[in-house]
């Protein structure tokens, strides 16, 4: 015999009903993670071969944006002129906001690498990063731009072998590499943080490009066709996540894209708690940003497929789920106060919604099991050593739940904040550098 929700207290049916509204919707996310994971375990039928080098090679533009950031600026320009590329076909862009002392040291560079290597300067940080990177999208002269954050180092093949991916289709817009890490093993938070960025590089990237889902540029590590970035109205101080809503106008723009998980660009993690709680905050409020300015084009884009509409507005809407789980936390404190101990163990299970709830609850849990376990799985690490990492990384998201909850809700209000710099420290471990440099991850 069912047990109807009309025979709960009205503070009972409340708690209940608020409950399983915010479970449900957790359990949508947990669906699609899954969904991921198993799409980025398939096969992938459109793989291509390497495709061959151009026979004349396209000049290319790097922009390196900097702000405060003396203690890796020498170590990112070092690895850009060490870029195995013809030096006629390159420039080099470094747009300086500093007042700490990297000034000096990009001027030194420009002194000695003169028309190579080129700083500019600016009155004030208007726009921030997008800012910077529109300031040089607007001097420099390369066919192709290359963007990387001051704490990357990219590989010294990294140019040829991203740009004869340019080559195979004129409506390619970028080339996304998979970041790599530096400092991997600097300590339990890196090594939780790290567990994020491979989750997401090895699952929600790769599964993304297998579906022909949305394209996202990772902020660094990437390659664009200048044109596509120009037909675009270019970089946009809009959001705190530049990086994301250039890569949605690209996609409404009918502009494609190309990732390449083998190709590694490494960078620093960030080594602190409150550097990576600042990051996450940034990134929490920029995403929602981008969801609240094109959630409309995306709804009404005939261009997009329902399930292709679907699969935006859940990445968009992705750290939603923070607000969402501090909801559910906040919740459980009435729920056990308002239910006596027998009605878990009796009447609930004769309530209409308990299989869904159970269903929802069940891909709550699930599915970051799944999915942080398939991408251990898929970087051959020991099953201990991946439990480590699982556990680092869930004492991090319980740290950052209600910063990022905080950072959300602003998006949605409306409320503007600066873009605040994640510190870097130019921190390397010899373990972290090698897995990055020979790491070799099989597409399929």
């Known amino acids: 015999m069912d047990y109807p929700l009309s025979w709960l207290t009205a503070p009972q049916q409340a708690v209940l009903i608020s409950l399983s509204i915010v479970t449900m919707l957790l359990g949508i996310y947990g669906l699609n993670w899954l969904a991921l994971t198993a799409i980025s375990l398939r096969r992938h039928s459109s793989r291509r071969p390497r495709p061959s080098e151009p026979k004349d090679w396209p000049r290319v533009s790097i922009h390196i944006p900097l702000f405060n950031e003396r203690r890796v600026a020498s170590r990112i320009l070092d690895a850009c002129l060490a870029l195995d590329y013809p030096r006629d076909k390159l420039e080099i862009l470094v747009i300086d906001d500093s007042n700490d002392g990297t000034s000096e040291i990009v001027d030194g560079y420009e002194s000695r690498f003169p028309g190579l290597v080129k700083v500019l300067r600016r009155p004030d940080r208007s726009g921030y990063k997008a800012g910077a990177l529109q300031l040089a999208l607007r001097i420099s002269s390369g066919d192709f731009i290359a963007v990387f954050d001051a704490d990357y180092v990219p590989p010294r093949d990294f140019l040829k072998a991203t740009i004869p991916h340019f080559y195979e289709d004129e409506r390619i817009a970028f080339v996304q590499t998979r970041l790599g890490y530096l400092n991997k093993f600097s300590s339990w938070l890196t090594l939780g943080a790290s567990l994020a960025m491979d989750a997401h590089d090895l699952i929600d990237q790769m599964a993304r490009y297998k579906a022909d889902l949305f394209p996202h540029f990772s902020g660094t590590g990437g390659v664009f066709r200048r044109a596509a970035i120009e037909s675009v109205g270019g970089w946009s101080p809009d959001t705190l996540a530049e990086d994301l809503d250039l890569s949605m106008r690209l996609l409404l723009g009918g502009w494609k894209y190309r990732y390449l998980p083998e190709v590694i660009c490494p960078g620093e993690l960030p080594p602190t708690f409150s550097a990576f709680k600042r990051q996450q905050y940034r990134w929490a409020k920029g995403f929602t940003e981008c969801l609240k300015?094109?959630?409309?084009?995306?709804?009404?884009?005939?261009?997009?497929?329902?399930?292709?509409?679907?699969?935006?507005?859940?990445?968009?809407?992705?750290?939603?789920?923070?607000?969402?789980?501090?909801?559910?936390?906040?919740?459980?404190?009435?729920?056990?106060?308002?239910?006596?101990?027998?009605?878990?163990?009796?009447?609930?299970?004769?309530?209409?919604?308990?299989?869904?709830?159970?269903?929802?609850?069940?891909?709550?849990?699930?599915?970051?099991?799944?999915v942080y376990g398939t991408a251990i799985s898929k970087l051959h690490e020991g099953w201990m050593d991946g439990l480590r990492r699982l556990a680092c990384l869930g004492a991090l998201a319980c740290g950052i739940i209600f910063s990022n909850s905080k950072g959300v809700l602003e998006a949605l209000l409306g409320l503007k904040s600066p873009f605040i710099r994640t510190p870097k420290y130019g921190q390397i471990d010899p373990r972290s550098l090698e897995q990055s440099l020979f790491e070799m991850i099989p597409f399929g």
Request: proline fraction near 8%; hydrophobic fraction near 60%; aromatic fraction near 20%.
């Open 293 to 370: 300015k094109y959630w409309w084009r995306i709804i009404f884009e005939r261009g997009l497929s329902p399930l292709k509409k679907l699969a935006i507005l859940l990445q968009l809407s992705a750290y939603v789920v923070f607000p969402l789980s501090a909801i559910g936390m906040l919740l459980t404190i009435p729920y056990y106060l308002v239910f006596p101990v027998n009605f878990f163990f009796v009447n609930y299970w004769r309530l209409s919604i308990t299989p869904l709830m159970l269903a929802s609850t069940a891909a709550v849990y699930l599915s970051p099991m799944v």
